[in-house]
């Protein structure tokens, strides 16, 4: 049998310290390596393919979806709303982009989805639920995993960390949405402990917020570290220097953080977020106030044993999203997309020739 011809389109690893660059590298090379033998894998090829899977929302990706006779993929990496927050732009623009986005959304075959609670939203913008797929995100436990104690001493001291210190870590481009101002404010009242972040402003300028932002990255509390944008290489070795991670993010999507920590299994202090809960089976710290935040990183801090609870729930999540059965998931979806679009074209060469006729 001929192996299915798959391109993907996608810019997502031009803009470092995105978690959509992340989730595209690690899907990639989980379909490249896992199933070879099924798919053909190209990246930002030409239209001549079975399946176009797009993962970014560049005009060109648009552009070759229409002039495709391919069957078409979209990744969900967010919704419209969800841009609020994130990026600063003339209201004009922002609401023209936002429509672009949506019409993206209608024109694929499929809409993939990394958590099944957006499914809604996406039916509020008029599209048909039967194009939709979750697929959650996956991370590779080769490329995330726990270190030996002397290469985290090594590490801490590397980045300027003490060796005893209790470390925090927040991941993620520093912007609104994402919680900062609410991560600093929780370092400031745990003087005794050290806050990272590690992420930067990928878009520069027209991030949400920027000028208060860029003060508070520029002169943080002394117990406070922006590490700026993190090779994707270098990441592993952040969580290796962490004791927990702490996402005080107001939305998201699947942040790729999250999956990257439980593979170390580091415990989890996040925002009370309805999206959470379908995806990590309420396997993790919440709090919807900074004071609860911090009673949530104090109880991890003073008591082993629940800490030890904190990291016995990430890795529970680690094994649920495990790479056989993510894999498995994808293989099914592919074959399922590419049988049905060969039914189609059928279909359509007999209406052809009945016209003909």
């Known amino acids: 049998m001929d192996k299915i011809r ?64 391919a069957a078409s993929v979209c990744y969900v990496h967010f919704l419209p709303d969800t841009l609020d927050g994130s990026i600063e732009l003339p209201k004009v623009i922002f609401k023209l982009f936002k429509k672009y986005v949506i019409e993206l959304y209608k024109s694929a075959d499929y809409l993939i989805v990394v958590n099944p609670i957006f499914m809604d939203a996406l039916a509020q913008y ?23 104690d002397e290469t985290v001493k090594a590490l801490k001291k590397e980045y300027g960390i003490d060796e005893d210190a209790f470390v925090v870590i927040g991941v993620g481009q520093v912007q609104t949405r994402k919680g900062v101002l609410d991560f600093i404010e929780v370092a400031k009242q745990m003087p005794d402990i050290t806050f990272v972040w590690s992420g930067g402003f990928s878009f520069g300028r027209i991030t949400d917020g920027y000028e208060e932002l860029k003060k508070i990255v520029d002169h943080p509390p002394k117990n406070v570290k922006f590490l700026g944008i993190i090779p994707r290489e270098k990441m592993n070795d952040i969580y290796n220097i962490a004791d927990l991670l702490f996402m005080p993010s107001y939305n998201e999507l699947f942040p790729m953080s999250i999956l990257e920590a439980v593979n170390l299994h580091k415990p989890l202090v996040l925002r009370d977020l309805e999206l959470y809960e379908d995806i990590l089976f309420h396997k993790y710290a919440k709090g919807h106030t900074n004071e609860e935040f911090v009673q949530r990183i104090r109880a991890y801090q003073e008591n082993p044993e629940q800490y030890q609870q904190g990291a016995q729930m990430s890795q529970e999540i680690c094994e649920y999203y495990s790479k056989e059965n993510v894999l498995q998931i994808w293989i099914d979806f592919y074959t399922k997309v590419h049988e049905e679009h060969l039914q189609k074209e059928k279909k359509r060469q007999k209406r052809r020739i009945r016209k003909q006729r």
């Open 126 to 148: 008029g599209i048909k639920r039967e194009k939709m797929v979750y697929i959650p995100n996956y991370v590779s436990k080769d490329d995330f995993y726990r270190k030996d």
């Open 6 to 69: 798959i391109n993907m389109l996608s810019s997502a690893d031009k803009v470092d310290g995105q978690g959509v660059g992340s989730a595209y590298l690690e899907q990639v090379n989980l379909i490249k390596e896992g199933a070879k033998d099924l798919f053909d894998v190209t990246i930002n090829g030409s239209s001549d393919c079975d399946i176009q899977h797009i993962h970014t929302v560049d005009p060109q990706n648009y552009l070759k979806l229409k002039a495709s006779k």
